[in-house]
């Protein structure tokens, strides 16, 4: 039986982008297109509603008791190839809270660039985020691999969305190139693992090959399957991509490939990896590979971010080095790590969305994204200055912002089971990330403005943006609401 | 939507509702900031009234509500209500809840608290009225009073200390609250530095408690106390101390409080004189279980508040600002404080914590009064005769010097007073058998001098004749009835305030004592060889040597001026060491200070400058700078260049993983 | 059919999937890259039917993965035509070497 429950925020995704591209044949070509946005807002708004219904139901607590037509089973569908248990909520609330954020920051660059084509970003957007949000409760690697080319392939157009710009049409043609390639990588991988167990069920794939000794070939399939992942989430040495997408990419597409898209990776590793490969016979070997990659991308991607001068190329590395820190906790694993890994992942979408938001709206004003065009934007528009200051620390992992208490579990996690080593490297590196971040900072507060016309921005950015420092703040002094979630989400993958 | 029968129900029945005492003032300090915001970016014009009756409300409410608690908590005073609010922090090991508790303690402590608080946020409007930081002002006082409340209520180390460091903060707010004049902005970052090193200790201590029992909640505490032995008791006890002294004013960190004067006066009065200043004593009662079990540091705070008490009073006696004596005062009546926990009679502390809060409120609230009459004249040799023209005002500074005099066998000072020297002379002290009496004689002759400068100051005040400006004297008025009732309530209070805590050795009740002894079953109090019978014979001594200071204070100062000028030129040189308060701000400034600015300057200059950040980290940067460039060429742009990399980097993989 | 054994699939498939790698790794042309995806892609299907039929021929699963990769195939290579032709109107050339205005 299906229960439809089980893809309610998807039916609303899709729902929505093809509403939006139906709509758009009404328009007249140089209108504007205020009820596409409406519709696409109101589709993601939908999507986190029936999110949140459908969490209340299973834990019980939903005061509507109409809409728990199932009390509190966790709704499956498609013979369990699909399962929203608290995990892929928790992934799906990420994953939806950063669409809508993409939405805002796209909303402030088709002001901008008035020739885009507002319908089609609009519906590839949902749909991305629809094959993100399906990734998540994916039980089975077909439905993965399905969920995940219907994000990326999304992608690739988003980030040649810009047919003018040649930059935006370099970093399209780059993505898609490494990205097919990997792709293919993985796809090797899945196709061993198949081999190996006969089935692509990933929990039977963990039934089979609990008794299975280790064997060169799996091993092999393994690595393919890393790799191919590891591009996806953009770590060490799988993240030449990055930079040159991220820089090239339209700024909100940008900010959706470092959070949602980030997100849907590690998502995939989670089920994929401590569910499918956590066998005695497999397990040291891809904690080991993680290990090597968490250490390369913490260090190359600080690294790297140092002599840079676009902002957004900045923030390409800086999300290599965060997909590090999130490795380390998602190796030590267990209910510790995996709560760490969603925790921090949450304050990691507000810390970087809300970075991105400012970019998109200084960008929208000045046309830059010179990190030396920042200067003085705290007298320009205060509350940039502070989103700029609070995020960036957050991210570096200065207490008492969120950052910190997210770091402080992932590293501890990782120090409890051992991989001491791996915490010091992330531990010396949040220091030298301090310098880039502090860079743009101090560019922000400290310079004086060559044009000081304020920048202004409209209220529910300006809403946006002070919720987020709020939340960037609050969480950092008390976490416990939501560790208390992402406990019960990590406590779910085990059950 | 809160109504009034939920209230009554709820109060009445459980402790659901404890949250609200702190959060009424937090509201208001909100609504307050809120408002003042918007009225300084002009967005909307706010009355001062609107102000007023928000902080004020808030105030009163809270005062309602914890007074309703208390009474219902009264009934059942041994089961302590607690309220668990939220988990504050939650990681593998350490687990703070964020909760209040609501005991014999707290409870009147936060009835005490409200309840003073009220009555100087009405005295406030008349006081502060035409300042134009009114919103500002009345915000940083709710949140003062939120903070305060915190930290009573807290039933957790790391509460409690959050509350510590927010009254800190506040105090720091307010003391520079005309933040333009220099001086009183540097006030305010004396206050806060000082306060620094008291809290270094603090934390230190809660550091080691963590260490040892791997909790913070004061139940938990209580009941792992074993694994405190004396030897750590001790430290943790000391640790606490510096924090205490560092609030509470002691030897040697005193000196931040006669500056902290700078502030408003109702501030002077509800945080440095009422409030925030007896979180010391508080902190130390609050921990009395840990206390007993060290000795030394609690012979130790015995004598260091003796000392202070002694010690504020004789600078006290030569101050000729108005407010200035009554900070060294306050210092000195802090010092009895810590004298009465110090001897482990921790409700004596308490008891005189209270009566002092009451009539010291009121001596500076009259004070204030004083000060606006006179147009923001403190110097006490301008004044004189003010007694005719200001009747309401002085009214209450005699209520408030009676008190503190102890010059009336009923009023509040004298009571509490009593108790202290009384237990100090009756506790024996297991390290030096002679301890016990050397303190009783130094705080009765500390009672001779606080009798002394007190009648110093009022005949100097309020009777004689006017010795100050023409100009001021024409306009000299009354203040506003908003300003002296609440002068007239406190020091009708502070009269009979000492009631709750009459001895039983001369037929009364104790009931403060016996309110709070459940809390306190640990102190070891025994007669000190000394018997019991003594007590009211000892009482009608210091009753018979207050009177010997009031009566040769007004002898001098009020009749035989003469007399006052021989003195001062026969002992000019005690004068004049007595004036430069003992030069302990100067000594300060050339010891600590200086030896503090020599070695930041070392550091900074050679250690941090010169080698830290000129050869190491310089070297540090070349490095990481030069990989960096390395890796930006590896960033070549070709994409079949990040191809071969992917390629590569997984062969690389499987060549180290199938090879090991 | 029965009589070759599973393992010569195998070796045929990884061929193929080695051959794909190098044309993705040696050739300049835009399309010429993609094309050595597809033959990867062609491996890992190979691959999906040899071990399908070695397990069950009749649980399916193995033929359909094969049908996802090949549409989801399709769809890439449309969209990579696209992007391949936008980008050839701003360089004159698909000679992926010629596309390295990003980089640092």
Request: aromatic share 14%.
């Amino acid at each position: 039986m299906i229960q439809y429950q089980a893809f309610l925020p998807e039916i609303w995704l899709v729902g929505a982008a093809f509403l939006v591209l139906i709509f758009e044949l009404f328009y007249k070509s140089n209108s504007d297109r205020g009820l596409l946005k409406a519709v696409a807002v109101v589709g993601v708004v939908g999507a986190l509603l029936s999110l949140g219904c459908e969490l209340g139901c299973v834990s019980g607590g939903c005061p509507v008791q109409a809409c728990c037509s199932m009390g509190t089973t966790v709704p499956t569908a498609f013979g369990g190839f699909l399962k929203t248990d608290a995990l892929a909520a928790f992934f799906k609330l990420i994953i939806l809270l950063a669409t809508l954020l993409t939405l805002l920051i796209s909303f402030r660059y088709f002001k901008a660039n008035p020739t885009f084509y507002v319908a089609e970003f609009i519906a590839i957007i949902l749909f991305s985020a629809a094959g993100a949000s399906v990734l998540t409760s994916a039980q089975e690697i077909i439905t993965l691999y399905v969920a995940l080319e219907t994000l990326t392939i999304s992608s690739y157009l988003l980030a040649a969305f810009m047919k003018k710009d040649k930059s935006s049409n370099e970093a399209g043609m780059k993505y898609l190139l490494l990205g097919a390639f990997s792709s293919a990588l993985l796809l090797f991988g899945f196709s061993y693992l198949y081999g190996f167990t006969g089935t692509t069920v990933i929990a039977d794939i963990g039934k089979a090959l609990a008794t299975q000794v280790s064997s060169p070939l799996l091993t092999l399939a393994v690595i393919m399957i890393v790799a191919g992942l590891a591009f996806k989430i953009s770590l060490a040495p799988f993240h030449m991509w990055t930079p040159d997408v991220y820089e090239g990419s339209p700024t909100p597409v940008t900010a959706f490939l470092s959070v949602a898209s980030k997100t849907a990776g590690f998502a995939a590793f989670v089920r994929l990896f401590w569910v499918g490969l956590s066998v005695p016979a497999l397990q040291p070997t891809w904690i080991g590979l993680f290990a090597v990659l968490a250490v390369l991308s913490i260090i190359l991607g600080n690294l790297e971010a140092l002599p840079q001068r676009n902002i957004k190329r900045l923030m390409a590395y800086s999300s290599i080095a965060q997909a590090g820190y999130i490795s380390a906790g998602f190796l030590a694993g267990g209910q510790l790590g995996l709560t760490a890994v969603l925790f921090y992942l949450f304050v990691y979408l507000f810390a970087n969305m809300s970075v991105f938001l400012a970019i998109a709206i200084v960008n929208g004003k000045t046309g830059t994204d010179q990190i030396e065009d920042y200067a003085g934007i705290w007298k320009r528009s205060p509350l940039i200055g502070v989103v700029l200051l609070v995020g960036l620390l957050s991210l570096a992992g200065v207490p008492p912002f969120a950052g910190f208490s997210g770091k402080w579990y992932l590293f501890g996690a990782a120090i409890s089971k051992g991989y001491t080593w791996i915490a010091l490297v992330g531990m010396i590196f949040s220091v030298v990330s301090l310098y880039y971040y502090l860079q743009v900072a101090r560019q922000a507060l400290v310079s004086e403005p060559k044009d000081p016309s304020p920048i202004e921005m409209n209220w529910v950015e300006r809403a946006v943006l002070v919720i987020s420092v709020v939340f960037i703040v609050t969480l950092g002094f008390w976490p416990t609401p939501v560790m208390q979630m992402a406990q019960t989400a990590a406590s779910s993958l085990f059950n | 939507m809160l109504k009034l029968e939920h209230f009554q129900n709820i109060t009445y029945t459980h402790s659901d509702w404890l949250w609200l005492i702190a959060a009424l003032p937090l509201l208001g300090a909100f609504l307050n900031g809120f408002l003042t915001l918007l009225s300084a970016r002009k967005v909307l014009t706010v009355k001062p009234w609107v102000n007023a009756l928000i902080a004020c409300g808030a105030s009163i409410a809270s005062f309602i509500v914890s007074w309703e608690m208390f009474l219902s908590f009264k009934k059942a005073p041994d089961s302590p209500w607690v309220q668990d609010l939220f988990n504050w922090v939650e990681s593998a090991a350490f687990h703070v809840n964020f909760s209040f508790e609501l005991n014999a303690l707290s409870g009147v402590m936060v009835v005490f608290i409200t309840f003073v608080a009220s009555l100087i946020h009405l005295y406030s409007i008349g006081y502060m009225k035409n300042d134009e930081g009114f919103g500002r002002y009345f915000t940083y006082l709710n949140l003062f009073l939120f903070s305060m409340l915190v930290l009573v209520l807290g039933q957790d180390l790391l509460v409690l200390f959050l509350g510590w460091e927010g009254v800190g903060f506040c105090s720091y707010l307010l003391i520079g609250f005309w933040f333009d004049d220099v001086a009183k902005a540097e006030a305010g970052k004396k206050a806060i530095i000082v306060n620094r090193i008291g809290d270094a200790g603090f934390v230190a201590g809660l550091l080691m408690v963590f260490a040892l029992a791997g909790t913070f909640n004061f139940n938990e505490l209580l009941a792992h106390k074993q694994v405190f032995t004396e030897t750590t008791a001790t430290l943790i006890c000391l640790f606490f101390f510096i924090g205490a002294a560092g609030k509470s004013a002691q030897i040697p960190l005193y000196i931040w409080l006669p500056d902290a004067m700078a502030g408003p006066t109702p501030v002077s009065a509800l945080i440095h004189a009422a409030t925030m200043v007896t979180a010391g004593v508080y902190l130390v009662a609050r921990l009395d279980f840990i206390y007993v079990l060290a000795p030394w540091a609690s012979t130790l705070i015995a004598v260091i508040g003796v000392l202070t008490a002694l010690f504020a009073a004789t600078i006290a006696l030569v101050q000729t600002d108005i407010k200035k004596v009554l900070a060294y005062s306050t210092v000195s009546q802090l010092g009895y404080m810590f004298l009465g926990v110090g001897v482990t009679s921790y409700e004596s502390g308490i008891f005189h914590l209270i009566t002092h809060g009451f009539f010291k409120a009121c001596l500076f609230l009259a004070a204030g009064s004083v000060i606006h009459s006179l147009r923001g004249e403190q110097d006490i040799r301008k004044m004189g005769g003010l007694l005719k023209h200001i009747p309401m005002t002085s009214l209450g500074f005699l209520l408030g010097w009676i008190a503190i005099a102890g010059i009336l066998p009923t009023c509040g000072g004298f009571f509490s007073k009593d108790e202290i020297l009384w237990r100090a002379l009756a506790t024996p002290n297991p390290i030096f058998p002679l301890l016990p009496e050397v303190l009783y004689v130094i705080a009765l002759f500390t009672s001779f001098l606080t009798a002394f400068y007190m009648t110093r100051l009022i005949v100097m005040v309020f009777f004689g004749d006017y010795r100050g400006d023409r100009e001021v004297y024409e306009h000299l008025h009354e203040s506003p009835r908003i300003m002296t009732w609440p002068v007239l309530a406190l020091g009708i209070g502070s009269m009979f305030i000492g009631w709750i805590g009459v001895p039983t050795a001369i037929g009364g009740a104790d009931e403060l004592g016996k309110f709070l002894d459940p809390l306190f079953h640990l102190s070891t109090l025994d007669a000190n060889g000394v018997s019991p019978k003594l007590e009211p014979i000892l009482m009608l001594l210091s009753f018979l040597v207050a009177w010997a200071g009031v009566a040769l204070a007004w002898y001098a100062y009020g009749f035989k001026h003469s007399v006052s000028k021989n003195l001062a030129q026969t002992f000019s040189g005690v004068k004049k060491v007595l004036e430069g308060k003992y030069y302990v701000d100067e000594f300060y400034q050339h010891t600590v200070v200086a030896f503090v600015k020599a070695i930041a300057r070392w550091v900074s200059q050679w250690l941090i400058e010169g080698l830290f950040v000129g050869r190491l980290v310089e070297l540090g940067v070349q490095a990481v700078t030069r990989t960096a460039q390395a890796a930006k060429q590896v960033q070549s742009g070709l994409v079949r260049a990040y191809l071969a990399y992917i390629a590569a980097g997984a062969a690389l993989l499987i060549y180290l993983f199938l090879h090991s | 059919m029965n009589s070759i054994p599973l393992v010569h699939f195998l070796y045929l498939a990884a061929m193929l999937f080695g051959v794909g790698v190098f044309g993705v790794l040696a050739r300049k042309n835009a399309i010429s890259v993609l094309m050595g995806i597809e033959l990867m892609l062609n491996a890992v299907n190979i691959n999906f039917l040899a071990f399908a039929r070695y397990w069950n021929w009749n649980s399916l699963t193995g033929p359909v993965f094969v049908v996802f990769v090949i549409t989801i195939a399709a769809a890439e290579a449309a969209v990579a035509l696209a992007i391949i032709i936008s980008i050839y109107r701003h360089l004159r050339t698909a000679n992926v070497d010629d596309a390295h205005y990003l980089r640092g």
